[in-house]
T-cell receptor
């Protein structure tokens, strides 16, 4: 079964600093991968997705993620954090070739941005 | 833009009540999903539907049922609400195609007293 591990339930950075949120998946075949963001009292919003095209994926709000097959990772980065980036971030995986279109979500990483 | 609308943002009900949570999507998506979200546990899938009148159990279906009579609407039913069902409930929809993401509603924060 697919699983997703997000290292660090809470990450704190200073405004202007690099944001790095880690995601590792378990799969023998590269899956489809997604990052979502959730602001307080809202639903999840898609940030970006990897679907076996380019390994470096650019998303909204200046975020990007790099798919590394050898490391089974899909870490999310942003060069310079902004106060408005404070939110919870979820990595999700959908098995390649799966027939039911379910996603498996990580437990989330809460990002705090300090002034 | 995809719009997934959940009927209530906040809901307070009493133990033993039958509770209906409604979700409507406007993008003709085949798949619809119900999750609950609890601190430290992330998102857990309750039920999903891949077509009208079709449904499959997710990871935590106990105490819940669903209904999908029309393609755009997916209802979650708590047959007899209990306090351990106090949670944030999220509805999502997606196209039935490879690599398509799920699109989420804003959630319903349900409190069972």
């Amino acid at each position: 079964a697919q699983s997703v591990t997000q290292l660090g339930s809470h990450v704190s950075v200073s405004e202007g600093a690099l944001v790095l949120l880690r995601c590792n998946y378990s799969s023998s075949v590269p899956p489809y991968l997604f990052w979502y963001v959730q602001y307080p009292n809202q639903g999840l919003q898609l940030l970006l997705k990897y679907t076996s095209a380019a390994t470096l994926v650019k998303g909204i709000n200046g975020f990007e993620a790099e798919f590394k097959k050898s490391e089974t990772s899909f870490h999310l980065t942003k060069p310079s954090a902004h106060m408005s980036d404070a939110a919870e971030y979820f990595c999700a995986v959908r098995p390649f070739g799966g027939s039911n279109y379910k996603l498996t979500f990580g437990k989330g990483t809460l990002l705090t941005v300090n002034p | 833009d995809v719009k997934v609308t959940q009927s209530s943002r906040y809901l307070v009900k009493r133990t033993g009540e039958k509770v209906f949570l409604e979700c409507v999507q406007d993008m003709d998506h085949e798949n619809m999903f119900w999750y609950r979200q609890d601190p430290g546990l992330g998102l857990r899938l309750i039920y999903f539907s891949y077509d009208v009148k079709m449904k499959e159990k997710g990871d935590i279906p106990e105490g819940y049922s669903v209904s999908r009579e029309k393609k755009e609407r997916f209802s979650l039913i708590l047959e007899s609400a209990s306090t351990n069902q106090t949670s944030m409930y999220l509805c999502a929809s997606s196209l039935n195609r490879v690599g398509q993401p799920q699109h989420f509603g804003d959630g319903t924060r349900l409190s069972i007293l």
